[in-house]
């Protein structure tokens, strides 16, 4: 039980990547029935896009919004994108057996290839041995993953622009993946440093402006009413007490100049 309060986000993060498993394995029918308006080469490719958005997302949840067990969630989102993205691959090769590959080799290609083979080096480094052995090279090579994100999605949208039959089967496609391209671009502006003092000096700037304004200094002198001093022209120490004591001594003296007259 103390495993799984410390670790239930990891877990259901992993379970619901399963079920997404199943669910573009069976072609969204548990029964395994083909459908011939599901298409599981187009879902495992959306699916590997959504789990690298995810991997992106994690630092910035936890830069701007403190979630610390978000960081948790980076490595096994990234493992379960390049999953999908192998699964998509695989059936790619069902449906052509690589006949797509013909040289000149189409744009959308080489960017779905340089993703995978992205997306295939992190995986393979995504372990303690590999970052010992990698040092400061390993958090180089793991940057790549914006390039991955940045070339996978291109992929997409390229490869469903060109393909009449997943536009029928999938009208809205098109919309979804322009969607993930500018989540993609948010995330990844996000990451910038300088987009990051920016926004981390916004809740001290509110912070300011909602701070309570000093109430004026109150001053009760004898024989006249209260004065108030205005905060903008002078603070409450610097009126020092001698400087009454010589108005109060002033004044006495007057009074008794006055009655020695009388």
């Known amino acids: 039980m103390k495993w799984f309060k410390s670790n239930w986000q990891w877990a ?10 199943v669910w573009v394995t069976t072609q969204g029918d548990l029964s395994w029935n083909r459908s011939e308006t599901f298409d599981p080469l187009l879902e495992s490719g959306k699916w590997s896009v959504r789990f690298l958005l995810i991997c992106l997302a994690m630092t910035p949840l936890n830069t701007y919004f403190g979630w610390r ?27 052509s057996e690589w006949a797509y590959i013909t ?16 997306l ?15 040092g400061k090279n ?35 496609v098109q919309p979804e993946l322009y969607t993930y391209l500018a989540l993609l671009i948010i995330v990844l502006t996000l990451r910038i440093s300088i987009v990051k003092r920016l926004l981390k000096q916004i809740p001290l700037r509110l912070r300011r402006q909602r701070a309570p304004q000093p ?22 120490l610097d009126l020092s007490s001698d400087d009454l004591s010589i108005d109060v001594e002033s004044d006495a003296q007057t009074q008794a100049e006055r009655e020695i007259v009388h």
Not at 103 to 118: D, E, N, R, T, Y
Not at 121 to 131: C, G, I, P
Not at 138 to 152: C, D, F, P, Q, S
Not at 157 to 166: E, Q
Request: aromatic share 12%; with cysteine.
């Open 12 to 21: 259901a993060l992993n379970l619901f990547a399963v079920f997404a498993l």
């Open 69 to 95: 067990s978000a960081i948790k969630l980076r490595k096994p989102a990234g493992i379960w994108a390049f999953g999908f993205a192998l699964l998509h691959v695989l059936y790619q090769w069902q449906v």
């Open 103 to 118: 040289l000149p080799i189409s744009f959308f290609i080489v960017l779905g290839l340089v993703g995978l083979c992205i």
């Open 120 to 134: 295939t080096a992190l995986a393979l480094t995504s372990n303690r041995l590999a970052m010992q052995r990698l």
């Open 138 to 172: 390993w958090k180089r090579l793991h940057r790549t993953v914006y390039l991955a994100g940045i070339a996978i999605t291109c992929h997409a949208i390229l490869a469903t622009s060109m393909s009449k039959i997943i536009m029928v089967r999938d009208p809205h």
């Open 215 to 236: 109430a004026p200094v109150v001053w009760t002198l004898p024989n006249q009413g209260p004065d108030y001093v205005p905060d903008v022209y002078w603070r409450e």
